[in-house]
């Protein structure tokens, strides 16, 4: 019986590790894509700068979708069962990005390329709403108890894995000539994404139900309207949540997709070296994760997090001037410091928050408060900070004071995460 419920705690981590992976790879692979291709490719009328500025939006706006997947995919992981759901957000996730990667452009097809460029964003955005609570919830929920903070890791690890096969993906094709490069190199990574999600399905397929969930429905307690019970009784948790996902989601976007563009266009450096910049940035973060997940079980995830967004708020102004040296070796310097940082916040946030709701509405809680966090602070991120660039003549002052302020508001909403564990309401008092 141990060895069999070991088998399946490790086939739930790589599960979830390997959903979570696909999700920050098509992200990645759509940010990096939007200020090197989809600009010229799918928004050619445009002047540059209006053109970054509308395949920056495509990259963003489906953000503000992910909370309608949340809600929908997180109602049948509290009904149903977790397994249920991640089937079939990661065959839209996937099936999407495969899909983008299919597009005719802008010269062959008119005004029809963005919009289902858009379209399919805005599709692949609903997958991943409903998916990361579900991927996080497999990993903690089949972890022993005194674990969960390195089970809570691995899904967050999956962000930096699929970065890194992004940006090597990105890294290897960028080596063709300019031309190759737009005439069908770009289209190589989104296809090539069919394979991890065939490998993502076998391994979901053969996994049992939580534990916590199967309890539930032992127990007779599966809650009717999750989202109402939610929001009746954990609207406080929901907030929080929100305000901690901050910190964890505008960072992540600059240092690993507005810095391309940015130092790239503003800053007149190398495609290559700015991309195996990030690479070693993110694979530098693939180490601290899980490291930081078990340090997490011995001192507490809470006092992590702490640390990990004041360190994040302290090196705002830094960042932005290291960059400013215009040197390979200060950008990858940045690069490094700034995604280990991210690296030390998104190892415990998952966790972090997990805690907060009984596990009737978990995937409910966790889910609708992060998705909103991701819309707030995550895809728009790189729109806002290339605002704010223009607006002030090339001044990166702005874009360090608006991570400074996103920072200041999870280390607020952190103070107020509680230690102990959710509580859990009487049959009465539930929807």
Not at 12 to 30: R, V, W
Not at 38 to 65: R, V
Request: glycine share 12%; charged share 10%.
């Amino acid at each position: 019986m141990k060895q069999k419920q070991a088998a399946q705690t490790k086939r739930a981590l790589i599960a979830s590790l390997i959903g979570s992976s696909i999700e920050y790879y098509d992200y990645l692979l759509f940010g990096t894509m939007a200020s090197l291709v989809f600009n010229k490719l799918f928004f050619p009328t445009l002047d540059s700068f209006a053109g970054l500025l509308l395949a920056y939006a495509s990259f963003g706006i489906p953000y503000l979708f992910r909370p309608l997947g949340g809600i929908i995919f997180s109602h049948i992981g509290d009904k149903l069962g977790r397994k249920k759901t991640l089937v079939v957000t990661l065959a839209l996730m996937g099936s999407s990005t495969v899909l983008i990667g299919c597009l005719p452009d802008y010269e062959r097809i008119g005004i029809w390329a963005p919009c289902l460029l858009v379209l399919l964003r805005l599709i692949q955005g609903i997958g991943i709403g409903g998916e990361w609570g579900g991927a996080l919830l497999l990993a903690v929920e089949y972890s022993p108890k005194n674990k969960k903070g390195f089970g809570g890791s691995i899904p967050m690890m999956g962000s930096a894995v699929g970065m890194l096969l992004g940006t090597v993906t990105i890294s290897i094709l960028g080596l063709l000539p300019e031309q190759q490069f737009l005439s069908w190199g770009w289209r190589v990574p989104f296809l090539l994404s069919v394979v991890l999600v065939f490998v993502g399905l076998w391994i979901r397929r053969g996994l049992e139900e939580t534990p916590d969930f199967q309890q539930i429905k032992e127990s007779g307690s599966v809650s009717k309207f999750p989202l109402g019970e939610t929001l009746r009784h954990y609207r406080k948790e929901v907030l929080l949540t929100i305000g901690v996902k901050l910190v964890e989601s505008a960072p992540f976007y600059i240092f690993a997709t507005f810095v391309i563009s940015y130092a790239t266009g503003q800053l007149h450096m190398d495609k290559v070296s700015v991309l195996n910049a990030v690479t070693l940035g993110t694979l530098f973060s693939a180490f601290v994760i899980p490291f930081t997940g078990m340090l997490a079980d011995r001192i507490g995830r809470k006092r992590i997090f702490i640390v990990g967004t004041s360190g994040m708020i302290l090196f705002a102004f830094p960042y932005f001037h290291l960059l400013s040296y215009q040197s390979v070796y200060t950008l990858t310097l940045a690069t490094v410091l700034g995604m280990g940082l991210w690296g030390v916040i998104t190892a415990v946030m998952g966790t972090l928050v997990s805690d907060m709701f009984d596990a009737r509405v978990r995937y409910t809680g966790i889910s609708v408060g992060y998705q909103v966090g991701s819309a707030l602070a995550g895809g728009m991120a790189p729109l806002i900070a290339t605002a704010l660039i223009h607006s002030f003549h090339g001044s990166w002052v702005p874009v360090g004071i608006f991570l400074i302020v996103i920072g200041a508001i999870s280390l607020i909403s952190a103070l107020f995460v509680p230690n102990s564990i959710p509580p859990v309401y009487s049959t009465n008092d539930r929807v």
